[in-house]
């Protein structure tokens, strides 16, 4: 195996690759339709924004915290990180492959049969929509909470959800917040992916730069250097961690419910993949993506771990604080004011990039299954624009659909939790139809190749999957299982209802003339 950890550049003027990226995308049965202008480091970028350190890793902090305490920190984050490394890796094999589109749809259909490709589809839109609506309310809440309340005290004591029946609460100031976030949201990736790419570069750049200046503010200004307090387990389930998990829980089950807060981090890097029909010499340039997207992730956000842990007084005080450690910890750092102020706008700046680029990769998902008539009225969603190239219904049903997912709080909450369950269950869908194809079926490679490693690196995806949804599903976030089994049935209705006879997958193995290529992109040029 061949790690490509050292060059992510690609330039968007070499003909000659751009010319067999073209060739690639016939031979799956598809014509140029969006526009192939991403460099590898803007598809490097995008991932790397989705993934964002500087959201999860702040504000999912107490579910490790609250876990096993500072060895769920910091451990935790090397063990999940390390399992969401084989992930990237075996996923960057199958993008290298076949680099399409709404990639985890395709490579499902390919190597496991439409039906396989089309419950994926389904599945990975449900995550990447909740990604979308959580990251947006998180921008929203940090806004409120750290940029009016804690800079400009305002007083939003009174902004709270007004009940609406017995189930459903509204909050007027989070619904016409979130209408102006997505709506923004929506604009830039409407009007092309050099508007898109522009703000991912920076977005890369800003979480770096962020992340450093966080790290060494927890460092400088915190409680001290106690390095063996890194590696201590403490058991906070229960009372001890503020009821953040509710029930006590055995240690081993602490650690396991810990690591939702490193996989639901690190997740999203299949974005790389979704943006490949518009990434110069994809072949090469995805998987690349990918794996530099989760390898800076885990970096950083292990040494931005170890400062959190660092900079707490006390450790066990901080975990009965429960979902308000992280906030409690910043609010009570002694920084400089103009520090503390540029922190909480980059916070917020980077929380509303990372959704900004979930709308591109969810919007190129939607584009993809609807190319292959897997969505409802798939006719209007797979249209793109002509003057901008990009899938402009498939980006405004995105943010439709994220907006919806932040009105039902309850549901919200309990779906939001489990996003990383939903988003590595599709992830290892292709991976584990690979691991049956390969060899078989699965002939056709791209440069990237985990050789002897791809097989055993899918073992290992499924059965860490298979832990986190058992981890993930643990109160209070068991109410994900109702969700999870409610989906599955639906899903099961619609396929031996009506979709196994309608949906007829990607175009495997069929022919198109040149002329209907040629045809499709003249209109479009």
Same mark, same amino acid.
């Given at each position: 195996m061949k790690l490509p950890f050292f060059r992510i550049s690609s330039k968007a003027n070499d003909q000659p690759v751009l010319d067999e990226d073209l060739k690639t995308l016939h031979r799956m049965g598809y014509a140029q339709e969006l526009a192939r202008r991403m460099s590898g480091f803007s598809n490097f970028a995008i991932s790397f924004s989705l993934i964002c350190i500087l959201a999860g890793g702040v504000t999912n902090f107490p579910n490790a915290l609250c876990a096993g305490g500072a060895f769920s920190v910091t451990v935790g984050w090397l063990v999940g990180g390390a399992f969401a490394?084989?992930?990237?890796?075996?996923?960057?094999?199958?993008?290298?492959?076949? =680099?399409?589109?709404?990639? @985890?749809? %395709?490579?499902?259909?390919?190597?496991?049969?439409?039906?396989?490709?089309?419950?994926?589809?389904?599945?990975? @839109?449900?995550?990447?929509?909740?990604? /979308?609506?959580?990251?947006?309310?998180?921008?929203?809440?940090?806004? *409120?909470?750290?940029?009016?309340?804690?800079?400009? %005290?305002? &007083?939003?004591?009174?902004? %709270?959800?007004?009940?609406?029946?017995?189930?459903?609460?509204?909050? !007027?100031?989070?619904?016409?917040?979130? $209408?102006?976030?997505?709506?923004?949201?929506?604009?830039?990736?409407?009007?092309?992916?050099?508007?898109?790419? /522009?703000?991912? &570069?920076?977005?890369?750049?800003?979480?770096?730069?962020?992340?450093?200046?966080?790290?060494?503010?927890?460092?400088?200004?915190?409680?001290?250097?106690?390095?063996? *307090?890194?590696?201590?387990?403490?058991? #906070?389930?229960?009372?001890?961690?503020?009821?953040?998990? !509710?029930q006590p829980r055995p240690p081993l089950i602490a650690f396991l419910v810990g690591l939702v807060y490193p996989l639901y981090t690190i997740a999203g890097y299949d974005a790389s993949?979704?943006?490949?029909?518009?990434?110069?010499?994809?072949?090469?340039? +995805? =998987?690349?993506?990918?794996?530099?997207?989760?390898?800076?992730?885990?970096?950083?956000?292990? +040494?931005?771990?170890?400062?959190? $842990?660092?900079? +707490? !007084?006390?450790?066990?005080?901080?975990?009965?604080?429960?979902?308000?450690?992280?906030?409690?910890?910043?609010?009570?750092? !002694?920084?400089?004011?103009?520090?503390?102020? /540029?922190?909480?706008?980059?916070?917020?700046?980077? #929380?509303?990039?990372?959704?900004?680029?979930?709308?591109?990769?969810?919007? *190129?998902?939607?584009?993809?299954f609807a190319r292959d008539g897997g969505m409802p009225l798939s006719k209007y969603w797979k249209s793109v624009s002509v003057t901008h190239r990009t899938p402009v219904p498939a980006i405004w049903l995105t943010v439709a659909i994220a907006f919806a997912a932040t009105l039902y709080t309850p549901a919200f909450a309990a779906l939001s939790a489990g996003c990383a369950v939903f988003l590595y269950i599709s992830y290892a869908m292709p991976i584990a139809a690979g691991l049956l194809a390969e060899g078989k079926s699965w002939k056709e490679f791209g440069p990237f190749r985990l050789d002897r490693l791809s097989k055993p690196f899918a073992v290992i995806t499924i059965v860490g999957v298979i832990i986190l949804a058992y981890a993930g599903m643990q109160p209070p976030s068991d109410a994900v299982i109702s969700y999870a089994i409610a989906f599955a049935v639906l899903l099961a209705a619609a396929w031996f209802g009506i979709e196994r006879r309608r949906f007829q997958g990607p175009p495997i193995e069929k022919e198109r003339p040149a002329e209907d290529f040629a045809k499709i992109e003249g209109a479009l040029s």
């Open positions: 490394f084989v992930v990237a890796c075996s996923m960057g094999q199958i993008a290298s492959a076949y =680099p399409t589109a709404g990639g @985890l749809y %395709h490579w499902s259909a390919i190597l496991g049969g439409k039906g396989w490709g089309w419950a994926t589809a389904w599945l990975n @839109l449900l995550a990447l929509f909740l990604l /979308i609506a959580s990251v947006d309310v998180g921008v929203y809440q940090l806004f *409120r909470d750290m940029g009016l309340s804690g800079l400009f %005290h305002v &007083d939003v004591s009174g902004w %709270h959800a007004i009940a609406i029946g017995s189930h459903l609460s509204l909050d !007027p100031y989070q619904t016409v917040a979130i $209408v102006l976030i997505l709506g923004s949201q929506a604009v830039f990736n409407h009007y092309g992916i050099r508007a898109t790419t /522009i703000l991912t &570069d920076f977005s890369g750049y800003l979480i770096l730069g962020a992340t450093v200046v966080l790290t060494a503010s927890m460092f400088f200004f915190g409680a001290g250097h106690d390095f063996y *307090r890194l590696l201590h387990f403490s058991n #906070n389930t229960g009372a001890a961690g503020g009821g953040f998990y !509710p993949a979704n943006t490949a029909e518009e990434t110069v010499n994809a072949r090469r340039a +995805v =998987p690349r993506a990918m794996i530099h997207a989760v390898v800076w992730s885990v970096l950083f956000g292990f +040494v931005m771990a170890i400062s959190f $842990v660092m900079a +707490v !007084p006390n450790v066990a005080a901080a975990a009965k604080d429960g979902a308000e450690s992280w906030f409690n910890l910043f609010n009570q750092l !002694p920084m400089p004011l103009i520090l503390r102020q /540029i922190l909480v706008i980059s916070l917020i700046l980077v #929380n509303y990039l990372c959704a900004n680029a979930a709308v591109t990769s969810t919007s *190129r998902m939607v584009y993809a």
